[in-house]
């Protein structure tokens, strides 16, 4: 009777570590049939393909497996090379560098599952860290900055909630910064609706509104970066309905004047200055002065 040949000896035979024979039993069995029946390379690859083990393993995943048994000094090498890798898309797109179990667990699927960046980018992008103030860092923080920019010059504020969802969607790769400034550009379109189809070629709120700006800044000795959309008096201006009914923005003299009416137009040094200029001349009118 031939002599059983042990788990080294299978290895060798049909080109498997030694260890990765040992780990999974189906496996084994089938390699001590095939040398028990004598088979050729051809037939035991043939009968291996129709075990559980590689049915329902990918192919990145039995790759993995060989590799994890067969040459652990560059499975250790793989893990190394691809949690840095992950570090660095984390610290790229604004997430915590230190979160071992998100940089584990996305190294995992790369290596087991095949992830491409893109697919690990989609996961990273769910764990995205928004520090002070609510904002991020990295790719993120890029994208926020952006973001908040553009709903800034349209008018529209949303909440911490909702940026922070598209910053992660927009970093994650899920939808795109057109995406969300599409859906900034028909919020402001509902609050003004004259001016959609300006919105649609690019202009923004800010670049509609900007007489107004300057007047109010001028005239109300307002500092122009403390001038915004946000200001009542600017939104009904660009609200304002004509003789006609339709929405449109309010004469620049009729803002003007109405600004001067305004009670912080009364603190201003042009208030003092006109009051002044009107009492000298009522005085030269009454021939007191001259």
Known sequence: MAKALNTQELAEKFGYAAAFIEAYPEIKTLMQKAVSEGWNETMFQARFKNTNWYKTHSESQQKAAIMQYSDPAEWGALWNRTQMHIIAMMGQMGGNTGDWNTINSVASKMIWEGWSDERAQQEIGMHLTFGAGGMAGGKAGEAQAELFKYMYDMGVKN????????????????????????????????????????????????????????????????????????????????????????????????????????????????????????????????????
């Not at 970093?171 to 910064?177: Q, Y």
């Not at 001028?218 to 009542?232: K, R, S, T």
């Open 159 to 290: 909440s911490d909630a909702w940026i922070q969802a598209a910053v992660t969607d927009i970093v994650s790769g899920k939808k795109s910064m057109q995406d969300y400034k599409n859906q900034v550009m028909n919020q402001a379109a509902a609050a003004f609706p004259g001016y959609l189809e300006q919105f649609k070629t690019g202009a923004t709120l800010s670049d509609l509104a900007q007489p107004y700006l300057q007047s109010m800044s001028q005239i109300l000795e307002i500092a122009p970066g403390q001038v915004n959309l946000f200001d009542p008096t600017v939104r009904n201006a660009m609200n304002y309905k004509g003789s006609d009914g339709k929405v449109t923005t309010k004469p620049l003299w009729q803002f003007q004047n109405e600004l001067r009416s305004d009670d912080r137009w009364k603190k201003t040094q042009n208030a003092q200055d006109a009051a002044m200029g009107l009492g000298h001349k009522i005085l030269q009118d009454w021939g007191i002065l001259h």
